[in-house]
């Protein structure tokens, strides 16, 4: 298999590789491979969005739950004063 270099990359860019294979548990040769063939339209299935969702998933208790059910209740209700 062929290697290919890069030169010039900023270290912001660096930062977003590296933090994304950290939270991702994959190589950075991994996640520069699959950003390039999805910026090409390769690859047999579409990108698992999940991950850079991973910080906000699961992170409220279900009395933090229960609470903003409870905040946002009058939302499923139809006001019919509103329509007339």
Same mark, same amino acid.
């Given at each position: @298999?062929?290697?290919?270099?890069?030169?010039?990359?900023?270290?912001? =860019?660096?930062?977003? $590789?590296?933090?994304?294979?950290?939270?991702?548990?994959?190589?950075?040769?991994?996640?520069?491979?699959?950003?390039?063939?999805?910026? =090409?339209?390769?690859?047999?299935?579409?990108?698992?969005?999940?991950? @850079?969702?991973?910080? =906000?998933?699961?992170?409220? #208790? %279900?009395?933090? %739950?229960?609470?903003?059910?409870?905040? $946002?209740?009058? =939302?499923? #209700?139809t006001? %019919?004063?509103?329509? #007339?």
């Amino acid at each position: @298999m062929k290697s290919i270099s890069i030169h010039g990359i900023d270290s912001k =860019l660096e930062q977003v $590789i590296k933090e994304r294979a950290k939270k991702e548990g994959r190589s950075v040769n991994k996640i520069v491979k699959d950003l390039i063939a999805q910026g =090409l339209g390769l690859g047999d299935k579409p990108p698992d969005n999940r991950a @850079m969702f991973v910080d =906000l998933s699961g992170v409220w #208790t %279900e009395a933090q %739950e229960r609470e903003f059910l409870d905040s $946002i209740a009058d =939302l499923e #209700t139809t006001d %019919e004063e509103d329509w #007339t």
